[in-house]
């Protein structure tokens, strides 16, 4: 055999557990790129190279019988995960219309594919949805995504539903998601060096130009600005993906609060709420939880001065939402990251400060989510008292969560008394917005 052939074959032992891998969790978020075209191509390549072997004999000795074997593997897998998520999806759809209602308003979803998220808006499955760059992708402009938006909103109209949800990602900087379709602004923490009455005044313009031009084209709800304090060190190597460092507006609170109120203020101008992020703080914390999990070991009285401060007076002076990210406080709830913790959002948000506006849970499709046991996660944020949980990143997951909290329901593990409550609050905001 010459060397190009054994290479050939190794390189055949290798790729076979690498597709079969994939084909097993081909529904996982972080393979989310490779479905559609990169699944056809899998599974092209994976009947050609069966094809091949086959032709050329290797099936009369044991090794090549489980190469083949293996190749075979590959598309099977590939088409039960698809097979799963279909039945899935189509359980999902077919919800009954009640429950549909009862449990759809506390979800919110990202999508790329219109039609999947008319047919979730319109049968309340869902009360929101998150628009990002992808949504404005090839053709699509901003005058499309506002036709979107205003048939989902007709849709919803026509069938009796309370008006969507419609939440961005639009803090400025780094994180401008619908720019350059919209006005590309500067972060909030180019302010902090101005004086303190030309700071304020220019924060409530930022607020205003992107309150106008979210309104514009139907968005009512951006997912900024963020609270957390910015951390100490200059660079975070085990943060990838939240970059919380070039984010954050200050490590000073009064600053912080300053800016933040007043950014929030010129958005509701123009009739769109912030939501201030990411309780309780990123700032203290390394791990990204994009894709770990976190601890935050800061005592409560310490959080309570600084970091939570610019919290609390937002919370109190604006109408803003309040996003509750996946870092466990090791002092109130170690086992569980905040998002998800009754103790701390029924205890500290709800009880001790007496928020009782919207509290929307960062995107489950984080791995700090994602890698532990993600049905146990949604019981338990519904428990708590979250009124909304964020399916962002990759909104096909938004079937198996949807899917956790039905049979959770159906089980009798949903705290009713939790859900009324949050549903009063979820009629509130929509009743002011």
Known sequence: MSLSKRVGIVLLWLAAPVLIFVGVKNNDPYLVHLRGAGNILMTIAGVAIVLLLVRRGYWRRWGGRLLIVLWGLAPLMLANAHLTFEIRKRQVLQTESVQARQLGQHFAVGYSSFDDVAALSERGLISGIYVTGRNLRGSKTAETLKAEIAALQNKRRSVGLPPLMVATDQEGGIVSHLSPALTRIPALATLTELPPAERKAKAESFGRTHGQELAEIGVNLNFAPVLDLRPEAKRNRFDFNTLIGQRAISDDPAKVSEIAEAYIHGLEASGVNGTVKHFPGLGRVRADTHHFTAKLATPIDQLEATDWRPFREVLARTNARLMVGHVALT?????????????????????????????????????????????????????????????????????????????????????????????????????VD
Not at 352 to 381: K, N, P, R
Not at 422 to 429: D, E, F, I
Request: some cysteine; aromatic content about 8%.
């Open 331 to 431: 002092a109130i709830d170690p086992d569980r990251p905040a998002s998800h913790s009754k103790a701390v959002i029924d205890g500290i948000i709800r009880k001790t400060w007496g928020y009782q506006g919207i509290v929307i849970t960062d995107d489950f499709v984080m791995g700090a989510i994602y890698q532990g046991d993600v049905c146990t996660s949604v019981v338990e944020a519904l428990n708590a008292g979250a009124d909304l949980v964020l399916v962002a990143y990759d909104g096909a997951q938004f079937y198996r969560i949807f899917a956790c909290a039905a049979a959770a329901a159906k089980q009798g593990q949903l705290d009713q008394t939790m859900l009324d409550d949050s549903a009063a609050r979820l009629r509130r905001a929509f009743a």
